[in-house]
């Protein structure tokens, strides 16, 4: 089976600004990729991209094989913009009933219950949105996205109006998603959010793709601390292949251990490392 | 329902939740109300001061010229309920964060322009054809004259508003809101403008001025449509009250040649391919 998302060499210029410069990536079905960069790295447009709202300049970018922005492309995703509005005097039911009719499946009503239900809006669907908060608005807009059978989610910010319950609702739903197969790209700020759900992720900056990789295979070691007779010895230069050594040799000299732990760098420090590093 | 029909339904959905039709059913009312009441008023006072022999000639004289008035009204109300109803459906919307979800969709963007447009023009032409048959019943109640022709004049008015919703949506592509609102409706000053010049520069044999009116019906038919139903009210009319009505404003059009009223379907064709075009090439 062929990428659920599949980005080659994408650039994107507006004027004399390079947005993207050569990115490509891929995300695989049933895989939650995240995608993480400072403001003006390019994230939104190569998700605009993806889903047919703006144009590449050079290179390409496939859903389920198909282009972008083509029929077969857009009945294939679902998305979720960064600054999104529904009508204010649309219900949460009459917003997913207008999305259904557009995708072309009918208008289930038991599907649009089951949506509501599943973003904690089961209470709110004869609720207008000029009713509802902000985060009930993103709860909608995840709701919206999965409407229709999508088998790639380009979800921007999903959570950045959402408080630390919802935020792990989405989290939830996101694991739900997966395991239905579904390849998802996820644009956040939230790093620790990235570091919890997503397999990959891919760092941009000015443009260009400068990490990618799983979130361990990302993070470097930075030593072993071990707590001995009441005090944390730290060994700076270790790593955990080093921990049943140095294990055995406090032992030998008969300190008892009481704890290990092999220190890496966190998803932020590498993101901080790689994006600073690009702007330099 | 496919995705036109859903887009429209969307946008007349959103036009009656907003009031807007509301807002529109009691102003027009209240036009007519004031219209009816100037109709009755003119009448009366034009059959006292004309001697009997001469009331027929007065009827079509002061007829005419009131449902010329009218249909000037009735262009202007149409045209400002069919821009509002478009001149944000893309750029506008798009600032807003409403666009992005629903063209994302597989309905795809010249059937959402589609769609608007239809929404649009289905509301304007009800409109615009409710209203001409309400002043012309007026008329027909309050003093006693029909118009020579009834339907082509109502339905001209409503295609020249009809264009305008064109033109609009072709604006919405380029332009904010607010930015197009302002073109359109200065489109739509100068073509009336253009028009009156070309009528001015008949009655004192001016090419230049008559030139300025034919060049201005074909850059802006909605206009030459307009007076094409004017001209249509006393088609039949001839004599002294023909041309009493002529000389004023509201009933000294001519008849647009056939070449304009096709050229009219042609241009609207034309607007509808430029501005799926444009929207198809516009990042959003």
Redesign the interface.
């Known amino acids: 089976m062929g990428p659920a998302l599949a980005a080659y060499d994408v650039e994107k210029r507006y004027g004399e600004t390079n947005a993207l410069r050569g990115v490509s990536l891929e995300v695989a079905p049933g895989e939650l990729v995240g995608l993480l960069g400072p403001n003006g790295a390019g994230k939104s447009t190569l998700v605009k991209i993806a889903c047919g709202l703006v144009r590449a300049s050079v290179g390409r970018v496939e859903i389920c094989g198909r282009p972008a922005g083509s029929p077969e492309a857009r009945e294939a995703l679902g998305y979720l913009a960064e600054l999104f509005r529904f009508p204010g005097w649309q219900t949460a039911d009459e917003v997913l009933t207008l999305h259904q009719r557009l995708v072309g499946h009918g208008t289930d009503a038991a599907r649009r219950h089951e949506l509501l239900d599943l973003v904690g809006l089961a209470d709110a669907r004869g609720r207008r949105v000029e009713e509802m908060s902000k985060g009930m608005q993103q709860r909608l807009g995840i709701a919206q996205a999965l409407v229709g059978t999508p088998r790639v989610l380009l979800l921007d910010e999903p959570t950045s109006a959402l408080d630390p319950a919802g935020r792990r609702d989405v989290r939830i739903l996101l694991d739900d998603v997966r395991e239905r197969g579904i390849g998802v790209l996820l644009n956040s700020h939230l790093l620790t959010e990235v570091e919890l759900v997503c397999d990959r992720v891919v760092i941009l900056s000015r443009g260009a793709v400068v990490a990618a990789g799983r979130p361990a295979e990302l993070a470097r070691p930075r030593g072993v601390e071990i707590e001995v007779d009441g005090t944390t010895r730290t060994f700076p230069d270790a790593t955990r292949a080093d921990v049943p050594r140095i294990v055995r040799e406090l032992v030998a000299t008969g300190q008892d251990v009481f704890g290990v732990r092999v220190r890496t760098t966190t998803l932020e420090e590498v993101y901080l490392e790689r994006a600073e590093a690009t702007a330099e | 329902?496919s995705?036109v029909a859903?887009i429209s339904a969307?946008a007349l959905q959103?036009a009656l939740?907003?009031r807007v039709f509301t807002v529109v059913a009691v102003l027009t009312l209240a036009f007519l109300g004031l219209f009816w009441l100037g109709v009755a008023k003119a009448f009366e006072e034009a059959r006292r001061v004309q001697p009997a022999s001469e009331l027929l000639e007065v009827d079509v004289a002061v007829g005419a010229t009131l449902l010329g008035l009218a249909m000037f009204a009735i262009l202007f109300l149409g045209a400002v309920l069919g821009v509002f109803l478009t001149l944000g459906a893309v750029r506008g919307e798009a600032e807003?964060?409403?666009l992005?979800?629903?063209?994302?969709?597989?309905?795809?963007r010249s059937a959402f322009l589609l769609g608007r447009f239809l929404g649009a023009a289905a509301v304007c032409t009800v409109y615009v054809v409710v209203v001409f048959a309400s002043a012309a019943a007026i008329l027909r109640v309050a003093g006693g004259w029909w118009p020579d022709e009834f339907a082509a004049p109502a339905l001209e008015l409503a295609a020249a508003v009809v264009l305008l919703c064109a033109l609009s949506l072709l604006g919405s592509v380029f332009l904010s809101t607010i930015a197009n609102g302002i073109a359109i409706f200065m489109l739509f000053g100068a073509g009336l403008t253009a028009g009156l010049l070309g009528q001015i520069g008949e009655a004192l044999s001016s090419q230049t001025l008559e030139d300025v009116g034919r060049r201005t019906s074909y850059a802006l038919p909605f206009e030459a449509l307009y007076q094409d139903g004017l001209h249509r009210l006393t088609s039949d009319t001839f004599g002294a009250a023909a041309f009493v009505v002529r000389l004023g404003p509201f009933g000294g059009a001519d008849a647009a040649d056939t070449g304009v009223l096709l050229w009219a379907v042609v241009y609207l064709g034309l607007v509808a391919v430029a501005a799926s075009a444009a929207f198809a090439?516009r990042?959003?």
């Open positions: 329902m995705g859903t969307h959103e939740r907003r807003g964060g409403l992005q979800p629903l063209v994302v969709r597989p309905v795809g090439r990042d959003l």
